[in-house]
């Protein structure tokens, strides 16, 4: 039932809700903004969800070491995470979003701590 997996994730995305799998639960990013009716499919079908999950790749955690973009996005059946700045997705509405700065803000303080010393 992959397919049906895919579909949820597809509706998930379209309402700007990013699911992953966190152990054997299903996490819903951000949170509580998922449709009542949606996260009920997600309950019914999460052993098909999680399947689908487990074969994706985890979203970026740092800057695209390319252009340093912080968008990436991924097609929902084929979650290979791709910077969206090197690489525009055809149909925005068709993807996954995942913003690294949201993860990464300490990480981006450290980078401009790194390169400006005060005063010096
Ligand atoms: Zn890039």
Do not use: Y
Not at 14 to 36: M, N, Q, T
Not at 105 to 112: C, I, L, P
């Amino acid at each position: 039932m992959t397919a049906l997996a895919v579909a949820l994730l597809e509706d998930a995305a379209r309402v700007g809700v990013v699911v992953h799998a966190d152990g054997g639960r299903l996490v819903a990013e951000p949170k509580g903004a998922l449709p009542a009716a949606l996260e009920q499919e997600f309950r019914k079908h999460r052993v098909d969800v999680l399947a689908l999950l487990a074969t994706a790749v985890l979203p970026p955690s740092s800057p695209c070491w390319t252009c340093h973009g912080l968008r990436f996005f991924a097609r929902v059946e084929r979650l290979i995470w791709v910077c969206s700045r090197c690489h525009p997705p055809g149909d925005p509405s068709a993807v996954v979003w995942h913003d690294v700065s949201a993860v990464t803000a300490g990480t981006v303080v450290n980078f401009s701590a790194k390169s400006g010393g005060s005063g010096a």
